[in-house]
């Protein structure tokens, strides 16, 4: 399928390069089309991007690439990004999910029973990176509604009034819910990476000093729960849901309990990011 | 527990105090009144001190709170919040 000229360069070079931006035209353009011509679309138009911006300048210093592994590594980044936004929309629009879950492996849940087994809760935690909507989906299917600390309304927990979530106290209130949702043996998502909250800790992230709230370390350590990292993440045109090692409990003073967590989540999700250019998104900000 | 600690103005005070040590706000003990939102102003507690709150309340009091208790409209003024703590210990002490 051939674009027009004019279209290609406008995404290729106006906006693309700010991946960050708002502007996500390429997977709103190719959302028209079964989700399989959409990638294929995306895949060609990627390979004509020239690396620049954010995007390109954390190739050359924090990867250390150039020249055409640069560039190859960079329409892979592109790629994964309208890629992911296209099967967000289709997820979280629920009209078209069956499409996104067409592409899915098999899905090994054994981790996450594992640690339910034990009667406590568990905190799942992917970072702004991936497709993360895709096991929130899953959860609520099997029944398993996951409570989501975020301002969004979809796959939420029932038990969750979300006409509230606009609300300044919401997401603290939700916080507090998820203790007790934990002791309860339930499960709650978060994504943790990037400056919000109220009350940080200083952390080190890519070689760069970050930021990190304290709200969900502190949640892991009240609760006592275990945090288990979990990626669902580009092979190919199919997507693989990957779930870590779990973080914690640990037997520590609460100070070191918290460097320890903080330490293993930002170094799973920096591991991540090395090995998977396609997982390269938000997290793109806290760089 | 002792009847008397089962008194309204005994939860009160306790909640009270443990709230103020863990706001960061700067509301002074005089200035608290019933219409006090606990979160979003008056005592404005972030997500990190509502839940050490809730655990020194739940610890100081000897009472059980459950996910169900704290909706934005529990949470959203002292009085309400302490009347539903005050149920919760009723309910726990006199079945």
């Not at chain 1, 924090?62 to 929309?89: D, F, I, P, Q």
């Not at chain 1, 078209?96 to 054994?110: G, K, Y």
């Not at chain 2, 863990?22 to 507690?45: K, N, Q, Y």
């Amino acid at each position: 399928m051939r674009l027009p000229a004019p279209v290609v360069r406008y995404w290729t070079r106006g906006i693309s390069p700010e991946i960050l931006s708002e502007a996500n035209y390429p997977s709103l353009y190719t959302y028209r089309f079964p989700l399989k011509v959409g990638l294929r679309i995306l895949r060609g138009l990627s390979r004509t991007v020239t690396p620049c911006g954010r995007v390109g300048s954390f190739g050359r210093t924090a990867l250390g690439l150039h020249g055409s592994a640069l560039k190859r590594w960079h329409a892979r980044v592109w790629w994964a990004n309208y890629a992911t936004e296209l099967c967000k929309s289709l997820v979280v629009s629920g009209k078209r999910a069956d499409e996104v879950f067409a592409l899915l492996r098999p899905v090994d849940w054994s981790p996450l029973e594992r640690l339910l087994a034990t009667g406590n809760g568990v905190i799942l935690v992917s970072a702004h990176i991936g497709v993360p909507q895709v096991v929130s989906a899953l959860l609520c299917r099997a029944g398993r509604s996951p409570l989501r600390l975020n301002r969004w309304g979809v796959f939420q927990h029932p038990s969750v009034d979300v006409s509230q979530r606009e609300n300044p106290g919401y997401l603290t209130q939700l916080y507090a819910r998820a203790y007790y949702h934990l002791k309860a043996g339930g499960i709650v998502t978060n994504a943790p990476d990037g400056p919000f909250g109220r009350t940080f800790a200083e952390a080190e992230f890519m070689g760069r000093p970050v930021q990190i709230s304290r709200a969900a370390v502190a949640l892991a350590r009240f609760s006592g729960a275990s945090t288990l990292p979990y990626l669902v993440r580009w092979v190919g045109y199919r997507l693989s849901v990957e779930f870590a090692e779990p973080i914690g409990p640990h037997a520590a003073s609460p100070e070191e309990w918290d460097r320890r967590w903080i330490q293993e989540y930002l170094g799973w999700m920096e591991h991540q990011i090395r090995m998977y250019p396609e997982v390269l998104r938000f997290a793109l900000a806290y760089l | 527990m002792s009847p008397a600690a089962l008194r309204p103005d005994h939860v009160r005070e306790t909640v009270v105090e443990i709230l103020l040590r863990h706001s960061t706000s700067g509301l002074a003990r005089d200035d608290v009144a019933d219409e006090c939102p606990l979160i979003g102003g008056g005592f404005d507690l972030d997500s990190i001190a509502l839940l050490g709150s809730i655990l020194d309340i739940e610890r100081d009091l000897g009472v059980r709170l459950r996910e169900e208790d704290l909706t934005e409209e529990a949470l959203g003024q002292l009085k309400g919040f302490v009347d539903h703590i005050c149920r919760r210990l009723s309910a726990a002490h006199c079945p």
